[in-house]
Each structure stands twice: as C-alpha cells, then as structure tokens.
C-alpha cells in the first residue's frame, strides 16, 4: 500500500499564500504523473493541478492558473503546490494523488493512490 502524506495546510487570510507539500514513498518517482485535488463542503472533488513524471509539463484548473504553482523535487520524492493570494473560494480540503503512468490527468479516477488530504481555509 503506497501512502502519500500531505502537509502544510492551515488557515490563513485571504490574499494569503501557503505551501502544500506530498511526499510519495518509492524509489520510481519520476514515472509517476502527480496532480493536486481539492474538495470544498458540499461540493464534489474537484482538479486543482498536475504535474508530469519528468517535471516538464503541468496543468492547472482556471480557478487556480496564474496563483497557485505545482512543482516537484525528485531528490526528497516530494510535489509542492504554491498557493498564492488566496481567497475565500479556495477553502477546501486538499489531496495529492500519484497516477502509475508519467503522463498527467486532470481526471480524478485516472490516479491510483491518494492522500489522506490537508485542511486549508481562507478567512475574508
């Protein structure tokens, strides 16, 4: 069973910023397209970014392009995403995924293991 930890959640103002960080066990992990979630109360899970294995190529949703950042540092296994001016619509719960497959997906069932998820919450 893969784990995958997520951290650097919490709460902040909006205009804000926050790192999230995943680490991803294994010793492959650049054959492994990584992508970021979130889930808002009420609402369904939805693509927040992803990244491919080599580190080359990424996608972002429209909701976040342009603040939040996906990278990965293969020396520690470990994918961040860069949140920056944050706001209210932002406050989820936020999970990293792994896909067994080095090109990304924005669709949630194409990732095979996933995170127990982190708390962000944006206060106006």
């Known amino acids: 069973q893969v784990q995958l930890v997520e951290s650097g959640g919490g709460l902040v103002r909006a205009g804000g910023s926050l790192r999230l960080s995943c680490s991803v066990p294994?010793?492959?992990?650049?054959?492994?397209?990584m992508a970021w979630f979130r889930q808002a109360p009420g609402r369904e899970r939805e693509f927040v970014a992803a990244?491919?294995?080599?580190?080359?190529?990424?996608n972002y949703s429209d909701a976040v392009k342009a603040r939040f950042t996906i990278s990965r540092e293969p020396a520690k296994n470990v994918i961040y995403l860069q949140m920056n001016n944050l706001g209210p619509n932002d406050t989820a719960v936020y999970y990293c995924?792994?896909?067994?497959?080095?090109?990304?997906?924005?669709?949630?069932?194409?990732?095979?293991?996933w995170g127990q998820g982190t708390q962000v919450t944006v206060s106006s």
């Open positions: 995924a792994r896909r067994a497959n080095s090109v990304y997906s924005t669709s949630s069932p194409s990732y095979d293991y």
């Open positions: 294994g010793r492959t992990f650049g054959n492994y397209a």
């Open positions: 990244i491919s294995g080599s580190g080359r190529s990424w």
